[in-house]
């Protein structure tokens, strides 16, 4: 029986799906076994949590099978993971809004923050909330947000899209966001 979270189940799911994998716990062989359960029978194998992170952290790190797009235009010898990262900057899918942004140590390693918003008398503020790579499979060149809808975003909250900050000045506010963050998308 699958003994992970539900958010486990859910992601291992999509991964599964998206990911090429040829581990110990084959994909293949286990859906060629499990004739009629396909996926969720080679869940049923997953039997502690433990064991849900570590697939998870595996598929990861595989890459995609449709994702010729990126990896064909990938220069030879740049690294799955390089090849694999969405487009830096700011992203929405399925209305959540995630920022890729290049760690200060290693500029070929992104990570991704997740944008929440909180009204408070009225006023909506933003914070970034940490969230690694997780998103990474949902997000491409596709979801990355661009001017007008970054304007939109500000305009309805009164919150800037790029840098989560409260829109203050006059001009920011009626165009739905500030000049600096717009030089940046
Ligand atoms: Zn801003």
Same mark, same amino acid.
């Given at each position: 029986?699958f ?7 859910q *992601?291992?799911?999509?991964?599964i799906?998206?990911? $090429?994998?040829? &581990? ?6 286990? !859906? ?6 396909? #996926? ?25 099978? !449709? ?8 220069? +030879?010898?740049? +690294?799955?993971? +390089?090849?694999?990262n ?6 929405? *899918?399925?209305?959540?809004? *995630? ?11 992104? *990570?991704?923050k ?17 969230v ?25 909250? &009164? $919150?800037?899209? #790029?840098? &989560?900050?409260?829109?203050t000045?006059?001009? +920011?506010?009626?165009?739905?966001? &500030? ?7």
């Amino acid at each position: 029986m699958f003994k992970g979270t539900d958010k486990q189940k859910q *992601y291992l799911e999509v991964l599964i799906k998206e990911r $090429v994998y040829s &581990g110990e716990l084959s994909v293949e062989q286990h !859906l060629t076994a499990a004739t009629r359960g396909g #996926v969720s029978a080679f869940l049923e194998k997953i039997d502690s949590s433990d064991k849900a992170s570590m697939l998870i952290e595996e598929l990861i790190a595989k890459p995609r099978i !449709l994702n010729f797009k990126q990896t064909s235009i990938a220069p +030879s010898g740049l +690294s799955f993971s +390089s090849a694999e990262n969405p487009p830096i900057g700011i992203h929405s *899918y399925n209305d959540v809004i *995630y920022k890729v942004q290049a760690s200060r140590q290693d500029e070929n390693r992104l *990570y991704a923050k997740k944008l929440t918003l909180i009204k408070k008398e009225g006023v909506f503020s933003a914070s970034w909330e940490y969230v690694g790579r997780k998103p990474f499979p949902n997000l491409s060149s596709e979801t990355l947000v661009d001017l007008t809808a970054a304007k939109k975003f500000g305009l309805t909250f &009164g $919150v800037c899209v #790029v840098c &989560g900050r409260g829109l203050t000045d006059e001009k +920011s506010i009626e165009a739905g966001i &500030g000049p600096v963050c717009a030089g940046k998308m």
